[in-house]
């Protein structure tokens, strides 16, 4: 089993920046990938970034450019680094640890996100 930790989500104003952080604890075997979704109200549950034990990143378009994804493979920890955030990035920001070899999907609470003027 494994459980995810955000933290990091807050009231910024737009153009800001915010840092996400994700803990995952348990059995997470490789290869694997960490990542990032969000949920704006009314709205479907959305992908943001991902980032596998290999390396290899993904971004959505709405974000390339402004959000960058980052792992701590010792600590099973990952970031998302939120620059020039607008209003459409108003949403909680749901971390996700997907065991490739298991096809097993988890996530955490979510955390959230407000964009100001």
């Known amino acids: 089993q494994v459980q995810l930790v955000e933290s990091g989500g807050g009231l910024v104003q737009a153009g800001g920046s915010l840092r996400l952080s994700c803990a995952a604890s348990?059995?997470?075997?490789?290869?694997?990938?960490m990542g990032w979704f969000r949920q704006a109200p009314g709205k479907q549950r959305e992908f943001v970034a991902s980032l596998t034990s290999g390396g290899y990143t993904d971004y959505a378009d709405a974000v390339k450019g402004r959000f960058t994804i980052s792992r701590d493979n010792d600590q099973n920890t990952v970031f998302l680094q939120m620059n020039s955030l607008k209003h459409d990035a108003n949403a909680i920001y749901y971390c996700n640890v997907a065991i490739i070899s298991q096809g097993a999907h988890y996530w955490g609470k979510g955390t959230l996100v407000a964009v100001s003027s």
């Open positions: 348990g059995s997470i075997f490789s290869p694997n990938a």
